[in-house]
RNA sequence: GGAGCUGGCUGGACAGUCGCCGCUUCGUUUUCUCGGUAUUUCCGUAGGUGAUACUGGGUUGCGUUGGGGAGGAAAGUCCGGGCUCCAUAGGGCAGAGUGCCAGGUAACGCCUGGGGGGCGUGAGCCUACGGAAAGUGCAGCAGAGAGUAGACCGCCGAUGGCUAGUGUAUUCUGGUACAGGUAAGGGUGAAAGGGUGCGGUAAGAGCGCACCGCGCAGCUGGUAACAGUCUGUGGCAUGGUAAACCCCACUCGGAGCAAGACCAAAUAGGAAUCCAUUGGCGUGGCCCGCGCUGGAUUCGGGUAGGUUGCUUGAGGCAUAUGGUGACGUAUGCCCUAGAGGAAUGACUGUUCACGACAGAACCCGGCUUACAGGCCAGCUCCCUUU
RNA sequence: UGGGGUGUGGCCAAGCGGUUAAGGCAGCGGCUUUUGAUGCCGCCAUUCGGAGGUUCGAGUCCUCCCACCCCAG
């Protein structure tokens, strides 16, 4: 949990990626890529000075409303949380099947290792494709 | 105490940290914009125009105050409406749906009450439940026969034939099973054209009678469906299937908020008025109808994107009242999600019965399906005690 | 969110309410052949996505579920 002279940690609408171009900005110019059976991060550089998340939640992969809007959530509450350790990145998360078998902790745990190798790949590779 | 039936309610709680989306209070001048006052620039008759300062409002951003923020099924999309556009949704055909009766409702395939049928000891539950005497069709295999019935085994053979017996034989008594008569019994099948008994007969048969069942007409009760220890009448006529076509009664125009409306980069296939009414296009399958398209004149139109539609509604709650009830009426009070890649979460702690099914997307009324449990009310059956 | 469609062996599929549910590919067994290919014969669906209902009888008709696919910015 962050503790002293706590930096700005909302997320609000000019953190995400609203457009589709946006999407496929990501997808067609993949440089940072950090994989997991149960899920799939695409990262690209951008001009701006923060991190922007996006999110791709098939109902192929994850069957209930509810646990796609919890994994959302959980995805977007942990971004949220590590954002200043990230450069400014376009990131786009893909679920995988299986994500919604584990449990809220579980998801958190996962999502905060995955967070921490994004970064670390960010800073011993700046610039190179996976 | 146990087992069960019906109806209703509820769908973890509390505290802290970091966040999300509307609304709201105050502040900041962050962006854009409209106005007022003063001074002043230029053209100067009126007046217009620009700049600076002060000030008021809207809008956007940021900070801040307060308050709100998924369900009983939000689900499946199976019905019915509202709303929007197409004509104001109109006429006919085709098509679809509903189907005991009455009522409720905006409407329904829903609900309530009643009737018939079925199940249960009972409280209760289930019920696509109009018409097969308008017509057409279907029923494999088996079986004699499957819908104007039929004859395999069987029974009979009165009557007619053939034949025997006596003295004679159309007349009496046999034999035969040739014609024929039967539907009691057997057998087939899901289904074989009322049932039981008595009479009757050659054997039989509603052929006759009694009872039961059924049909028709009347009467009585009921708004009606329907009912009846009712009356008369018919010997029985009318097998099944309409979730086969169909008939009858009633209902339904089509699309859907990605509907539609507004502001509007780009691009030019345009809009209004008048004339023309043949062809083409547009709505739903078709026809009628309706609206566009064509020519002339005059000048403006609308994809990306944004705004709106967007939540106050057949709304809740309480009381009174009418009704068996669904529900209606009156009065008072309340406002209770509104996003736009999509808001309610995560983490920590405490606690208990350790938390099921599951996430609003234009809005309502139902139905159906999923669901850990917990609570309340009424009723039934069994056992025990008094 | 709304609109539409499909489901029959491992795969592709046909199937007026009526015997034991066509056919092709694949697979398995056999025959033919020295062996293989080809050809021929045989086997392979306790049930038509699931559950109820209508009917004497349902893959087919009706109702409700389940799964999958397509279309609309």
């Given at each position: 949990m962050p503790e002293q002279n706590m930096p700005e940690l909302t997320f609000c609408r000019n953190k995400r990626l609203l457009t589709a171009r946006s999407y496929q900005?990501?997808?067609?110019?993949?440089?940072?890529?950090?994989?997991?059976p149960n899920l799939l991060l695409l990262a690209r550089p951008n001009q701006l000075s923060h991190p922007r998340l996006g999110l791709v939640v098939a109902k192929?992969?994850?069957?209930?409303?509810?646990?796609?809007?919890?994994?959302?959530?959980v995805v977007?509450?942990?971004?949220?949380l590590v954002q200043h350790q990230l450069d400014?990145?376009?990131?786009?998360?893909?679920?995988?099947?299986?994500?919604d078998r584990l449990s809220p902790k579980e998801q958190t745990e996962l999502l905060e290792k995955t967070w921490l190798r994004l970064s670390r790949k960010l800073q011993v590779d700046p610039s190179c494709v996976n």
């Open positions: 900005a990501v997808f067609g110019d993949t440089r940072y890529k950090v994989a997991h192929k992969h994850i069957r209930h409303a509810v646990n796609r809007n919890r994994v959302k959530r977007r509450d942990t971004f949220r400014s990145v376009d990131v786009v998360f893909l679920v995988r099947p299986g994500m």
